[in-house]
Structures are given as C-alpha cells and as structure tokens.
C-alpha cells in the first residue's frame, strides 16, 4: 500500500518570509511520481510542482521549490518569500507507473501573517 | 483553455437517495478520475476512467460507480446514500500515457446527507 506521511498539520509563517513544509513516503517502487497541490478555501486543488522520481534535480516553480531525497524517501515543499494568496492547504501526493491513483497525505494547513 | 469543470456546485440529499455527479475534463484530456475527500482530510481515490472503461478503483463500495461518455465526460453515481458519503467529490482529468501525467482537477462538488 501506497502511504504519503505530512507531520505537521499547521504551519505559520509570516509575510516575506520562508515555510519549509515536510513530507514522507513510502514505496518499493522505483519510478514514481511526487506532487504538491495547494487547496484554498475556495476548495479547487491546485498543482503547485511536479517531480520525476528519477530526476536528481530539485524541481522549481518561481517562489516554490522541493528538496527531493529519494534514498530517505522525502519531499519537503519549500515557499520562499510568503504571500498572503499562499494561505491554503497544502498536500503532497504520489503515484506510479503501475498505479494509476494519487495517495494523498492528510495536509498541512498553511496561515501567513501580515 | 476551459478547465476541469464539476457539477453541481453543492448538493444536498436525504439517506437512502441516489445522487449523480458530473465533470467535464480539461481540453485535450482523456481520462477521469474520482475522488472523496472528507472535510479535513486528504482526497481519497474512487476509480479512473479511460476510454469509457473503468481502470482502476479503490476502496469503496459497489454503491458508487461511475461511467465516461465518448466526449470523455464522466458522471459519478452513489446509491443508497449514507450519512458518511458526505464529502467534496473531486473529479481529476489528465491524458493517458502511461500515467505520466500529472492529473488537474476541477473545484469539487459538496455532497450532504442528511
């Protein structure tokens, strides 16, 4: 079974500055797939990044970026300079070639002060 | 580009009722999928569809199904409601290569039993 852990279940931070946000999995698989998506209240899950599982390179999307350790099998989501729009629920999801359907963890809820 | 789009927006529904749900996937997609996500949780996957077949289906009831149409289209039926299918039902689309591609999804439909 496919298990995606998020330990921290709310996260503050203040405008500007930087939240590093955690994420554990668990797989026997070789090539899989990791996903963060962000969930406002406005409830529309929203991709944030993408990264192959054999990619070594950290993926990076402007202001968001991951830290991808494989051996450790970790996929932590970095937000560099906070905004008050990035207040939302944040989820990291995984899947693989052989398994069509995202595991999701339970999130992380992110509040950013002004 | 006309996104992944859901409806209706919110539906309210009595226990032992049928309710249907249905999403219209991203221009160019070919393949839906479901899921159920519980208020404070992370989406749970019901079943995927490509080429108005079920590929793959998770943990649920034979209470839900679902089918695609030929416009790629899919409609999500639950039977027999009970109090615990309250939940957002999110439809993902996404184009079938393998699963390699990363799914979209639309903003969900809030589903209540009473």
């Known amino acids: 079974a496919q298990t995606v852990t998020q330990s921290q279940p709310e996260m503050s931070v203040q405008e500007a500055e930087t939240v590093t946000l955690s994420c554990t999995y668990d797989?026997?698989?070789?090539?899989?797939?990791l996903f963060w998506y962000k969930q406002p209240p406005s409830r529309q899950m929203i991709l944030v990044i993408r990264?192959?599982?054999?990619?070594?390179q950290n993926a990076t999307e402007n202001r968001f970026s991951v830290n991808f350790q494989k051996a450790a099998k970790s996929f932590s989501l970095k937000i560099s300079d906070s905004q008050l729009g990035d207040a939302a629920m944040y989820f990291c999801a995984y899947n693989t070639i052989n398994d069509y359907k995202l595991s999701f963890g339970a999130g992380t809820t992110v509040t950013v002060r002004a | 580009d006309a996104g992944v789009t859901q409806s209706p927006t919110h539906l309210i529904k009595t226990r032992g009722q049928q309710v249907t749900l249905r999403c219209s996937p991203k221009s160019g997609h070919d393949t839906v999928s479901w899921y159920q996500q519980a208020l404070g949780q992370g989406p749970q996957f019901i079943f995927q569809y490509y080429e108005e077949e079920e590929r793959q289906r998770g943990n649920f009831p034979d209470r839900f199904s679902g089918h695609q149409f030929p416009n790629y289209s899919s409609e999500l039926n639950v039977n027999a409601l009970l109090l615990g299918d309250s939940a957002l039902y999110l439809c993902?689309?996404?184009?079938?290569?393998?699963?390699?591609?990363?799914?979209?999804f639309g903003p969900g439909t809030r589903l209540t039993v009473l």
């Open positions: 797989t026997s698989e070789s090539d899989y797939y």
């Open positions: 990264q192959e599982a054999y990619k070594q």
């Open positions: 993902a689309s996404s184009l079938w290569r393998g699963n390699t591609d990363t799914q979209y």
